[in-house]
């Protein structure tokens, strides 16, 4: 059975990245959806590194405030902000600038086009706390822990939802 291994890549590039949705090229502006949605020079595995990319933004832009979400949330939040490495790798093997990545969702932060509550920073806290908690060999100190984690944990609980402003321009910690 003869094989064209080429016509199978271009096909395979073009069926598997699927591109984000309109709200989402809107959120984060005309000039970084049309480099998101580029095909010039890109391989299948560019494409791969664009779909890591597009769904650390897409959690970003989770609504709901529940534990996992805000989790996931905040969590691509700081890997996007964090200035390290692995960011800059992945939107270098997306063939994406992460300056330009970086400055889209800034922008789009500003633009409250992405937003954060309350609820999200108070389960990022209680998130960080149980991680201290878990590291903690000390029986004083994990019950003082303890003690903060159930503060936090009835403040995000019963919190309203209410937005919290441009304060998330930085890394949260």
């Given at each position: 059975?003869?094989?064209?291994?080429?016509?199978?890549?271009?096909?395979?590039?073009?069926?598997?990245?699927?591109?984000?949705?309109?709200?989402?090229?809107?959120?984060?502006?005309?000039?970084?959806?049309?480099?998101?949605?580029?095909?010039?020079?890109?391989?299948?595995?560019?494409?791969?590194?664009?779909?890591v990319v597009v769904n650390a933004l897409e959690d970003t832009m989770i609504d709901r405030t529940d534990r996992k979400?805000?989790?996931?949330?905040?969590?691509?939040?700081?890997?996007?902000?964090?200035?390290?490495?692995?960011?800059?790798?992945?939107?270098?093997?997306?063939?994406?600038?992460?300056?330009?990545?970086?400055?889209?969702?800034?922008k789009a932060i500003t633009l409250h086009n992405i937003r954060f509550q309350k609820k999200h920073v108070y389960w990022h806290k209680y998130n960080s706390l149980l991680k201290c908690f878990v590291n903690t060999k000390d029986s004083f100190k994990k019950k003082i822990l303890k003690k903060k984690m159930k503060s936090v944990k009835k403040e995000a609980l019963y919190t309203s939802c209410v937005f919290v402003s441009n304060v998330f321009i930085e890394i949260t910690t």
């Open positions: 059975m003869f094989c064209n291994l080429g016509l199978i890549q271009r096909m395979a590039t073009k069926q598997q990245f699927q591109p984000p949705s309109n709200e989402f090229l809107y959120k984060l502006g005309y000039r970084f959806s049309r480099d998101l949605l580029s095909h010039y020079n890109c391989s299948v595995e560019n494409y791969l590194w664009r779909a979400s805000a989790t996931l949330k905040t969590n691509a939040h700081n890997w996007i902000m964090s200035n390290n490495e692995d960011f800059d790798r992945v939107c270098h093997w997306a063939m994406l600038d992460p300056d330009n990545v970086v400055s889209a969702y800034k």
